[in-house]
């Protein structure tokens, strides 16, 4: 970790006492956070490795999400545990890492009830979020999850320290995630371990800092129980009151990208010139809804409207590709 300051000592002629001020360096929690990346970690927990990477983590004050294989849970359930004590998150990554696009329904319920009772024997929790090994996901295998309760993580951001990646690499590689985004790494590389100060020192210096993964949007948040005084939700949005004078008057909606995967990609909706609106998006082909957060989405396919529901100004959705990525025509209107 870099120390970023030392006050050395201050003394004054006149008094006989000796005044040592030492600056703290700022932990991880205590440092601006205008946005949060999450940290993750497949394929674990690797007997050889993971007391490593939790040490690299606690020393840079990190809080990261493990999407554990339920096999090396069987082998090594010490290190779930090590996992628990450090304050991570643990997801599910399957039992024994299969392509599961070529499983049955059945099996695909087997390699997830499995791998979800045997963290929760050991955590007393279920996990909440899957990813899909390889990142390979269809609509069985999403309605398997959803069964489970669990919310299918992809990433945006691909280290590829699996396939041999340096750590100057994993380093460079995670220094493109921008808030909200997931880094995928994996437990069982020196390479990656080695990244850990960089990564989050890289982090700090863009404001950014390690989050959890919301369930109910795959994103990147805010740690539960631990960002005192920091926002949760909602981002920083428009006035809660109409403005006045203008009942009825004009809004601009204003798309930006989000997380995108093979089959579907995730809009940033953001809406100006008024609190009470209505956004329209006219989806093409056969595109759909699959999920959106922060608004009131009504419909699911051809033209679908969005409302607020509290949470401020700025909403996401998520939009089944169907062969089609063009992103929706969007317009705003005050309601
Ligand atoms: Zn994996």
Request: proline content about 7%; glycine content about 10%; charged content about 10%.
């Amino acid at each position: 970790m870099r120390l970023r300051s030392i006050v050395a000592a201050v003394a004054t002629a006149a008094a006989a006492t000796l005044t040592v001020a030492v600056a703290v360096t700022p932990s991880a929690s205590a440092a601006a956070c205008n946005g949060y990346v999450a940290l993750t970690y497949d394929d674990g927990p690797k007997a050889g490795t993971v007391d490593q990477l939790l040490n690299a983590l606690r020393s840079a004050g990190a809080r990261a999400t493990f999407f554990n294989q339920g096999n090396q849970v069987q082998q090594n359930p010490n290190g779930v545990r090590a996992q628990q004590n450090a304050g991570m998150w643990i997801g599910n990554h399957s039992w024994s890492h299969p392509h599961m696009t070529n499983l049955s329904q059945q099996q695909m319920a087997s390699e997830i009830s499995q791998t979800q009772n045997a963290i929760q024997q050991i955590t007393g929790t279920a996990p909440r979020l899957f990813r899909p090994p390889y990142g390979e996901s269809n609509a069985t295998l999403r309605s398997v999850q959803s069964q489970y309760g669990l919310t299918e993580v992809m990433w945006s951001v691909d280290s590829r320290d699996w396939n041999g990646a340096s750590t100057a690499q994993i380093v460079q590689a995670a220094s493109q995630a921008q808030d909200g985004g997931v880094i995928l790494m994996h437990d069982g590389y020196q390479s990656t371990i080695q990244a850990v100060p960089q990564i989050v020192s890289n982090l700090a210096n863009r404001n950014l800092c390690p989050g959890m993964i919301s369930p109910s949007t795959g994103r990147a948040v805010a740690p539960d129980g631990g960002n005192p005084g920091g926002p949760t939700t909602p981002p920083p949005g428009g006035p809660t009151t109409p403005p006045p004078g203008n009942p009825g008057g004009s809004c601009t909606a204003t798309l930006s990208a989000g997380q995108s995967w093979n089959d579907r990609f995730n809009l940033n909706v953001a809406v100006s010139g008024a609190s009470n609106w209505v956004v329209s998006l006219a989806l093409n082909g056969s595109q759909s809804v699959q999920n959106s957060w922060n608004a009131s989405v009504t419909g699911t396919s051809g033209t679908v409207t969005v409302r607020p529901n509290g949470n401020g100004n700025n909403f996401g959705i998520t939009i089944m590709s169907n062969g089609n990525t063009t992103w929706p025509a969007v317009s705003c209107r005050a309601g």
